[in-house]
């Protein structure tokens, strides 16, 4: 299975609280998973990566959390503030071929209220 | 500044033309890639390439070709333009040296709308 299933679709929370965005996946193959943000009318950026051998990585406010035996991984966005208001995207990918080939979650759209 | 840059930004044009959609990187990646992206879908990979005439199908390729005649140039055509290609189209390079597991960048995209 190459899908990744993201929720929620949409999260509303008001600034300084922690909203978690979590994705799955179902082939074990997969050994890469990247967050992107994305602002209306821009290309998606690279936010934060993170490999299976590590069940959790910070930078800055961003954590990914991964539980590999479960095939989830979470973002988690400390201290939110109105500027981190866009969508949010996971992605998978895996070695093989070495194409670099991104399977993408549907998308979260968070919004940070002042 | 991944140095991508995508032409035009913005088409309309009617079912059955063919468009042309390009992307230009100035960094000489060997990896580029065409996404789309549409509501409740997120982004999903039409083609990419792995060098100078070299490329590959994604996921969603059928009603689309590609062309890639010179490292910095990868072209999306879409032969006869119909309703459901309208969406935005995003090209992106990985800059790792084999592309496998690097972070890919993106260009600001491509509205494109199909009446």
């Keep these: 299975q190459q899908q990744v299933k993201q929720s929620p679709q949409s999260l509303i929370v008001q600034k300084g609280g922690i909203p978690i965005i979590n994705c799955a996946y179902e082939n074990t193959a997969f050994d890469y998973f990247p967050w992107y943000q994305q602002f209306p009318g821009k290309g998606p950026a690279l936010l934060i990566a993170i490999r299976p051998d590590v069940s959790e990585k910070k930078e800055g406010r961003f954590t990914i959390s991964f539980n590999k035996s479960a095939k989830q991984f979470s973002l988690h966005i400390m201290d939110s503030q109105p500027g981190d208001s866009a969508t949010y995207f996971c992605a998978a990918s895996m070695r093989s071929g070495n194409t670099g080939k991104l399977i993408f979650g549907q998308g979260t759209t968070l919004q940070v209220k002042p | ?115």
Excluded at chain 2, 46 to 70: A, N
Aim: charged fraction near 20%; glycine fraction near 10%.
């Design chain 2, 1 to 115: 500044d991944a140095g991508i840059t995508q032409s035009p930004r913005h088409k309309v044009t009617e079912t059955g033309t063919p468009v042309t959609l390009r992307c230009h990187q100035t960094e000489n990646h060997r990896y580029m890639y065409w996404y789309r992206q549409d509501p409740g879908h997120g982004l999903r990979l039409i083609h990419y390439s792995y060098g100078v005439k070299d490329t590959d199908k994604g996921e969603v390729s059928d009603g689309y070709s590609v062309s890639r005649s010179k490292t910095e140039d990868f072209l999306l055509t879409l032969e006869s333009a119909t309703s459901s290609q309208t969406s935005v189209y995003f090209c992106a390079i990985s800059v790792g040296g084999r592309g496998s597991n690097q972070p890919q960048h993106f260009g600001d995209g491509t509205r494109l709308s199909i009446l």
